[in-house]
C-alpha cells in the first residue's frame, strides 16, 4: 500500500521556470491538499480540492495552480517560479473533508535560484 | 476562522524525563483536534486524534493529551522521554462545520529535543 506518492523529492529551479509537482494517492479519498512548509510558520494550505473536478484556494494559493481530473492525481503547478517559492511541499489525503486523519506523502523540497 | 498557538518552537528534555509540549487554539466550531509528528526529512503522521467524547485520548509510542475546553488546550504528554522521540510536532485544528472551518489549520511546530 504506497499511500501518498510525491515527487521528485527534490528540485532546483531558476527564477521564472514553471513546473509540476505531482501526487497521487492510492486509498480512494476524496479530499486532497497542497501545504507548503517553512520554518516557523508550521503547514500552509495552498489549494485543495473535495473530490474529482472540484478545487478551491487555501490560504496561500498565488503563485499556484491546481487541478483534479481524477480521484488519485492532484498535480500543483508552478506557472513562473520566484525565489519566494522555495519551501517543502507536502501533498496529503483523508477520506472526509477536515475530519479525519491525513495522510501525507514524503515531501519535495523546492529551491529557486 | 481557525488559530493554534504552539508555545515554545524548541524543547529540550532529559530521556526519561516528562515530554510536555503545549498546545492552545480557537474555533468558532466544536474542534476536531490533532498532534502530527515529522520525522526528519520524512512526511506528516498522525499520534492521535481529538474528535468527540472522552477528553483524555491516547496515541501511538506511549503518546496522550487531553482536551479541555475551558482552558482552550490540547497539550501533548509522555511520561518517558526516549531518544527515538526526537521529531517536530504539529497541533492542528479543524471544526464540525461546512466550509473553511473542516479546513486543517497547523499550528507553528515545536522541535524537541532529548537529551541522553
Known amino acids: 500500500n504506497a499511500g501518498v506518492t510525491q515527487t521528485p523529492k527534490f528540485q532546483v529551479l531558476k527564477t521564472g521556470q514553471s513546473m509540476t509537482l505531482q501526487c497521487a494517492q492510492d486509498?480512494?479519498?476524496?479530499?486532497m491538499s497542497w501545504y507548503r512548509q517553512d520554518p516557523g510558520m508550521g503547514l500552509r494550505l495552498i489549494h485543495y480540492?473535495?473530490?474529482?473536478?472540484?478545487?478551491d484556494q487555501g490560504e496561500v494559493p498565488n503563485g499556484y495552480n491546481v487541478s483534479r481530473s481524477t480521484t488519485e492525481d492532484f498535480p500543483l503547478r508552478l506557472l513562473s517560479a520566484a525565489p519566494s517559492q522555495t519551501s517543502v511541499y507536502f501533498c496529503?489525503?483523508?477520506?472526509?473533508?477536515?475530519?479525519?486523519?491525513?495522510?501525507f506523502g514524503q515531501g519535495t523540497r523546492l529551491t529557486v535560484v | 476562522a481557525q488559530s493554534v498557538t504552539q508555545l515554545g518552537s524548541h524543547v529540550s528534555v532529559s530521556e526519561g524525563a516528562l515530554v510536555l509540549l503545549r498546545c492552545n487554539y480557537s474555533?468558532?466550531?466544536?474542534?476536531?483536534l490533532f498532534w502530527y509528528v515529522q520525522y526528519p526529512n520524512q512526511g506528516l503522521q498522525l499520534l492521535l486524534k481529538?474528535?468527540?467524547?472522552?477528553?483524555l485520548v491516547k496515541g501511538i509510542n506511549g503518546f496522550e493529551a487531553e482536551f479541555k475546553k475551558s482552558e482552550t488546550s490540547f497539550h501533548l504528554t509522555k511520561p518517558s522521554a526516549h531518544m527515538s522521540d526526537a521529531a517536530e510536532y504539529f497541533c492542528?485544528?479543524?471544526?464540525?462545520?461546512?466550509?473553511?472551518?473542516?479546513?486543517?489549520?497547523f499550528g507553528s511546530g515545536t522541535q524537541l529535543t532529548v537529551l541522553p
Open positions: 496529503a489525503s483523508s477520506y472526509s473533508y477536515g475530519l479525519t486523519e491525513a495522510f
Open positions: 486509498m480512494n479519498h476524496e479530499y
Open positions: 480540492s473535495v473530490g474529482a473536478g472540484i478545487t
Open positions: 474555533s468558532s466550531v466544536p474542534p476536531y
Open positions: 481529538y474528535t468527540t467524547g472522552a477528553t
Open positions: 492542528a485544528v479543524t471544526g464540525i462545520s461546512s466550509g473553511s472551518a473542516r479546513q486543517l489549520t
